[in-house]
């Protein structure tokens, strides 16, 4: 006969067992989805596809006509595209950073909470894509192969004006900064050139000044000697001067004395006396 009493025991066991097992996988499942969907987003709000989804539900009436009012589909189209543009730029977002979020993860850098958030991002940015897919190829037959390129240029686009604002925004206060910078360094420049040109006067009056300045006696000048030398040459020239007495006679003593002159003149002829300097 068969113990049914003993047999329950471990078919009790079991079902314990199992239904621990199942309780605790769906209270850790829930706790998880909790816990993921406490996360703060990885990215903020989706604003572009707000006013997409807004314009694409308008219900507002013309209180004229009573009639809806219809958005012009290329209002809705460019609204997608705007939308379009901003998934390319969360795209590569995610793309500059898995690589360096990844590595962080393996090194214990960060915890596993960023991760997760990381991942949804992409889970959620993968069901954005194709929703603008489809709503592309609802507004326009074969759009939704060609929207992101188009989108990816006019994103390049509006990124080139940005830093093309940047740069012109600080081209004014790098113009000032630079012109003050050329002034300092223009007033250096002729300090530099005015101590230059006082040092190469200094040192040339210093030279000036040697080349005046006598260095040996033997050099001076004899200017005494020589004017000594000139006032004795020509006392010795007005020295030298002869005198002839006995020169030529008057008419007068010619006439009286014709006998004696001849002698007279003959005897004083030979006589001659020196006249000096008194």
């Not at 049914?4 to 309780?23: K, M, N």
């Not at 209270?27 to 969907?37: C, F, M, N, P, S």
């Not at 009436?61 to 958005?71: A, R």
């Not at 189209?77 to 730029?89: G, P, S």
Request: proline share 5%.
């Amino acid at each position: 006969m068969v113990n049914w009493f003993s047999l329950s025991i471990p078919v009790a066991y079991l079902g314990v067992l199992v239904g621990s097992l199942v309780t605790f996988s769906y209270l850790y499942r829930r706790r998880k989805a909790a816990k993921a969907a406490s996360l703060a987003p990885w990215f903020p709000t989706h604003l572009q596809r707000d006013i997409y989804l807004s314009l694409l539900h308008h219900d507002q009436t013309n209180p004229e006509t009573g009639k809806p009012v219809q958005v012009p589909d290329s209002v809705i189209k460019t609204a997608l595209l705007r939308r379009a543009m901003e998934d390319i730029n969360r795209i590569l977002q995610l793309r500059n950073a898995k690589q360096a979020l990844a590595t962080l993860l393996q090194r214990g850098s960060v915890g596993d909470d960023l991760w997760q958030r990381f991942l949804r991002a992409e889970k959620d940015l993968e069901a954005e894509l194709e929703d603008v897919v489809r709503e592309a190829n609802a507004l326009a037959p074969n759009w939704g192969q060609h929207i992101f390129q188009s989108a990816n240029e006019m994103s390049a686009n509006a990124r080139l004006r940005t830093r093309v604002e940047e740069i012109q925004a600080k081209a004014e206060p790098e113009r000032e900064w630079w012109n003050k910078r050329r002034e300092v360094l223009r007033a250096e420049f002729m300090k530099e050139l005015d101590q230059e040109a006082a040092a190469s006067k200094k040192g040339a009056k210093g030279e000036k000044d040697e080349k005046e300045t006598p260095t040996d006696k033997s050099h001076t000048p004899a200017v005494p000697a020589q004017t000594e030398s000139v006032a004795g040459s020509t006392g010795s020239e007005e020295d030298g001067v002869w005198v002839e007495e006995g020169g030529p006679t008057s008419p007068q003593t010619q006439g009286t004395t014709p006998a004696s002159g001849g002698g007279g003149g003959g005897g004083g002829g030979g006589k001659k006396k020196r006249k000096g300097k008194k």
